[in-house]
């Protein structure tokens, strides 16, 4: 099955059934990415890792629920509301959405909720207990979840994980048990090539493309350094303990990540890769940390 395609360029979002009824929606640049993203990689210390025909997009993704109750976990950003609202539409059809769960308040990951919430105006928003500042970030009246609390959406019941590793202020991670699906927003995202046809491809599809572990590792590893500056700080063994126990406690069969291609086969492949990514990240020097 190939990508159902909305937008062009920046505003460029693709659909893709994970499962039945489990959407994923992912925006890519597709050949812009050499441009837009140069100075990103630039920044990181092995750029040279990330040129010639391995120029990579950072993507922005969202998760859709079609169930009883649909649920859309993420909402990609505002540069690519268009095209998310047209997706939504085709994957909707005349339904309502019932549920918007924001894993934290950053414009890729919540900034298309005003205009869910215009098009679907009895949508409910869920977001992570024990915060605060709700009112500043348009969530009062938010469903507010902690760890372990479940949402029932019918023959999927989405339940709340307690983010290991935290970008942003009320960060939350989901995990179905019915499919197996773990949500973990910025955390253990690989990266795609636009220029090997990588775009919209599960990760099983880009190894069967020539995709290799070791890439994998160098992007969970280079992404977490960039991502979670507080690794400086951070044990890696207490790290590896961590993903260990997260992994012990929530059979998980599809690892569904923010800004990377979905695990969606061989999930026990990937866990040693995500631990050591971790792992080796926390052990790079940190310039910018005193």
């Not at 990508?3 to 640049?29: M, Q, S």
């Not at 790290?239 to 690892?255: P, Q, S, T």
Request: aromatic share 12%; glycine share 8%.
């Amino acid at each position: 099955m190939t990508a159902k395609v909305f937008g062009e360029g920046l505003n460029r979002v693709g659909v893709r059934e994970i499962v039945p009824d489990v959407f994923w929606l992912t925006h890519c640049l597709g050949d812009l990415a050499k441009d837009i993203y140069a100075d990103y990689f630039a920044l990181l210390p092995n750029p040279e890792a990330y040129v010639s025909d391995r120029v990579v997009d950072y993507p922005f993704s969202a998760f859709l629920f079609r169930d009883e109750r649909s649920c859309l976990i993420d909402t990609i950003g505002p540069a690519q509301r268009e095209s998310v609202m047209a997706a939504l539409d085709y994957v909707l059809g005349a339904r309502p959405l019932d549920y918007v769960w924001i894993s934290h308040v950053e414009l890729p990951h919540a900034g298309n909720t005003p205009a869910i919430q215009q098009r679907h105006p009895n949508v409910q928003l869920v977001t992570m207990r024990g915060g605060d500042h709700y009112a500043l970030h348009g969530l009062e009246g938010a469903l507010l979840m902690a760890p372990g609390d479940s949402l029932p959406l019918g023959r999927h019941t989405l339940e709340t994980v307690d983010a290991l590793f935290v970008d942003h202020g009320l960060s939350q991670w989901a995990f179905e048990r019915t499919t197996g699906l773990m949500f973990a927003a910025d955390w253990g995202h690989n990266l795609h090539a636009p220029a090997r046809g990588e775009c919209f491809r599960f990760l099983d599809e880009m190894v069967a493309h020539g995709y290799t572990d070791e890439q994998f590792l160098e992007d969970v590893k280079v992404n977490a350094w960039y991502q979670f500056p507080w690794l400086a700080w951070a044990d890696p063994a207490e790290l590896a303990a961590a993903v260990d126990g997260l992994f012990a406690r929530y059979a998980v069969k599809i690892f569904a990540a923010s800004h990377g291609n979905i695990i969606r086969r061989d999930m026990q492949r990937y866990l040693p890769l995500l631990r050591e990514g971790m792992c080796q990240a926390a052990s790079m020097p940190f310039p910018l940390v005193v």
